[in-house]
């Protein structure tokens, strides 16, 4: 007797259906490589992609690089993604990069950023308001800007401002070059002490809160329009999108905003939290943020993405 084969069907439909659907990606898509200037902000959301890909069954490893050889890394292919590229604060530098076909700017993922020259509220009450304002009191300034990273492309953009002499920035203008940190040691004594300093500032940053500081107007030639208006780009090294189609939907997915960034940084500065932790807590707070950023995206098992996060985090 001939088995049926409608029932046939039926059976081999069974069979394939509690077989779980695996993500179409090669192996070597489990660990995604990226990379941290050793900036705040990047560490943050850095720590929200690490907390995701680790209950979809990725593994993350961070390099701390500073963003012209992160550009290369990506480029070389021994990194293959970036959260930290600031447009048009870094235009210069990631332009070559864009041109050769390097790397690719796969999404924007922090709109109403800021990033530019600040300085503590009261040397703008002074009458310290933009650019052009700095040259009168160069004495009071020392002459000196502080930066962050050597070879950064803020820094590079000072330096140009300064070799070009805008704003009357005169031979006698130095950029001071040091991390994160050890630029806002700076800025923290001179706070303490009530002295004069302008540095490079951004928001999303503890910064903003920990201190009373005025962005300065003026300086849309090198930092953009509106005090510093910026946008936040995701890069992946070029061909990783077809290679990792569903790590590169996460990612595609993944859109910040200043508040959320602000609130992860201060939890780990505030609460001595790891990043990771902080990332945790703050998701928990905030569980609405992960049906968009999951949208689409597999575990690397080909599960539900959205249902295997939540299950780690121990949402509902």
Excluded at 88 to 103: D, N, R, S, T, Y
Aim: aromatic content about 8%.
């Amino acid at each position: 007797m001939k088995p049926n084969r409608f029932i046939l069907a039926a059976s081999l439909l069974a069979i394939f259906s509690s077989v779980p659907v695996l993500a179409s990606e090669p192996d070597t898509c489990r660990v995604v490589r990226m990379s941290d200037p050793g900036w705040t902000d990047i560490t943050a959301t850095n720590a929200v992609a690490g907390v995701l890909l680790s209950a979809l069954g990725y593994e993350q490893t961070v390099q701390n690089l500073s963003v012209p050889i992160s550009f290369q890394g990506l480029k070389s292919g021994r990194l293959d993604v970036f959260q930290g590229n600031w447009m048009p604060a870094q235009k210069p530098v990631i332009a070559g990069f864009l041109k050769e076909g390097g790397l690719q700017v796969l999404t924007a993922n922090l709109e109403n950023a800021k990033f530019t020259l600040a300085v503590p509220a009261y040397v703008a009450k002074a009458g310290v308001h933009s650019f052009a304002d700095l040259a009168r009191y160069a004495n009071r300034f020392d002459h000196k800007i502080y930066g962050i990273a050597a070879g950064s492309p803020a820094n590079l953009n000072i330096k140009k401002m300064i070799n070009n002499k805008d704003f009357g920035l005169d031979g006698s203008w130095n950029l001071v070059e040091s991390s994160e940190t050890g630029m806002l040691t700076q800025v923290e004594r001179a706070v303490h002490d009530k002295k004069w300093i302008v540095f490079l500032a951004w928001e999303p940053h503890q910064m903003n809160t920990r201190y009373a500081l005025n962005y300065l107007s003026g300086g849309d030639a090198y930092f953009g329009p509106n005090y510093g208006s910026a946008i936040v780009n995701t890069l992946v090294r070029t061909g990783y999108a077809g290679q990792c189609p569903n790590v590169t939907q996460l990612f595609k997915n993944l859109k910040y905003d200043v508040n959320l960034e602000n609130r992860i940084i201060s939890t780990i500065i505030s609460k001595k939290l790891t990043p990771k932790v902080a990332a945790q807590q703050v998701i928990r707070q905030r569980p609405v943020l992960l049906a968009p950023w999951l949208n689409g995206v597999k575990t690397r098992g080909g599960k539900d993405g959205l249902g295997a996060v939540k299950q780690a985090l121990g949402i509902g």
